[in-house]
């Protein structure tokens, strides 16, 4: 079924590890985008992407690093987490022909 | 630079009372706008889009340039209409990016 898939779902690591993010897209879209989602529900947009090999910093400054090699995957690393990184992350794609997003099911991450 | 606006962080509503929820925005062109909605649980969907002029879930949306606002209106609202609200803008052209507002929580009182 054409979707958009993140794993895992619930993450909880502690300081100083390294993480990736997995978003994985069946439906063709050019466009990804990553938000991060605080506890108040504000959505802030941290990385996007409108093609292979192009990657582009969003409106929130954001430690974590973005890299999109094939046209249906776009990762989200964060080389050293810390507690400020705990969050819900949510993964977008986009056909710009249908207009809107559609959204994954998110990454609740939790650093300690 | 866009900016979306929902002045109400939370709105409260008995069942098949009237609801409206806000957004003004910000943006010197021709937007394009959206209502997501996020039920308890559920992955943020699209509700509707401006550019449609459709009703889903009995739930309307106009566009008002002269105010620039897009408020979102049901005349009855359920118990199920209970969720996070964003109201989001497309700038169009090639910037594909979606601006959201901060989101409205809807609770809708049995």
């Known amino acids: 079924e054409a979707d958009i898939y993140q794993t895992p779902r619930y993450l909880v690591i502690g300081t100083g590890k390294k993480i990736t993010l997995e978003c994985s897209q069946t439906?063709?879209?050019?466009?990804m985008y990553w938000y991060q989602q605080d506890p108040g529900m504000e959505l802030h947009l941290i990385h996007y992407?409108?093609?292979?090999?192009?990657?582009e910093k969003g409106d929130l400054s954001s430690e974590s690093t973005v890299s999109r090699i094939r046209t249906e995957h776009f990762p989200l690393t964060l080389e050293s987490a810390r507690p400020s990184h705990t969050s819900q992350y949510l993964c977008?794609?986009?056909?710009?022909?249908?207009?809107?997003?559609?959204f994954g099911s998110g990454t609740r991450l939790t650093v300690v | 630079a866009q900016r979306v606006t929902q002045p109400e962080k939370l709105l409260s509503v008995f069942k098949g009372a009237p609801v409206e929820l806000k957004c003004n925005y910000s943006?010197?062109?021709?937007?394009?706008l959206f209502w997501y909605v996020q039920y308890s649980r559920q992955r943020l969907q699209l509700l509707l889009r401006h550019i449609s002029r459709e009703s889903i879930k009995g739930f309307t949306a106009d566009l008002n340039k002269g105010e620039t606002s897009f408020h979102l209106k049901k005349p009855f609202a359920q118990e199920e209409d209970s969720a996070m609200y964003y109201c989001a803008l497309d700038s169009g052209g090639s910037n594909y990016k979606l601006t959201f507002g901060k989101g409205t929580l809807l609770t809708v009182n049995p």
């Open positions: 943006y010197s062109g021709s937007p394009e």
């Open positions: 977008a794609s986009s056909d710009r022909g249908t207009y809107g997003y559609t």
């Open positions: 439906m063709g879209h050019d466009k």
């Open positions: 992407s409108y093609g292979v090999n192009s990657t």
